[in-house]
């Protein structure tokens, strides 16, 4: 099941899509799927990010090739990074480059999406708590990680967590291949079966920290291929078996 988040008119909500028509639901999609009877043509309506995390957490070095590219040692357990709610931006719209940044990196990521609440979850009951997956940019100021000893400001500009176009709920993450091409032009390839804590395991792992809430996103990882984005760049990620998220850079 492919679920939305999206906006008609002034009103917001969520939906479900088949054949390029968006079937309205009453509240979320969480707990369970309830229709209004309404539908929309997929074309009508503007998509906006397809949930509202309380919080992203982000996970680095979960790739070998990526580790090995930032010249960084493998860690022991996933290395976990926060997010704010306040950089989530949706399909369509417009990474903003930040004045005190020289350098604007795309990560393209799996983002796991949170369906229930999850507090010290083992790895074999994981899978419970996972809604779905999205792709998932994780837009990085990477000079300002260089210069500072923690990530929040590298990571948490407004416009800096990319997540959509929507929730793929029945998905097999074992070994999909994800893609990111900048203006169209192929840079990171990679394949979640190279993902060195798997999302089972992430989910456990994350749940041991922090409760996880329904809409709450998991960024897995980048694999190797991270590059720099210029204004009026265009960024696609794309995962199989999901779709494309595409974003347009521009400045202020
Ligand atoms: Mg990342």
Redesign the pocket.
Known sequence: MRIVRFKIETHISYGVVENQIVKQLKGTPFAAIRYTGQSFCLSDVKLLAPCCPSKIV???LNYKSHAAELKYDLPESPLMFLKPSTAVIGHGDDIIYPAISKQVDF?G?LGIVIGKRAHIVPTDDAFKYVFGYTCFN?V?ARDLQKKDGQWARA?GFDTFAAVGPWIETKLDTSALELETRLNGELRQSGNTANLIFPVAELVSAVSQVMTLLPGDII?S??PAGIGAMQERDEVEVKIEGIGSLLNRVRCR
Request: hydrophobic share 25%.
């Open positions: 982000a996970i680095g990560e990521e994780d990085t990571k960024a990882g980048t």
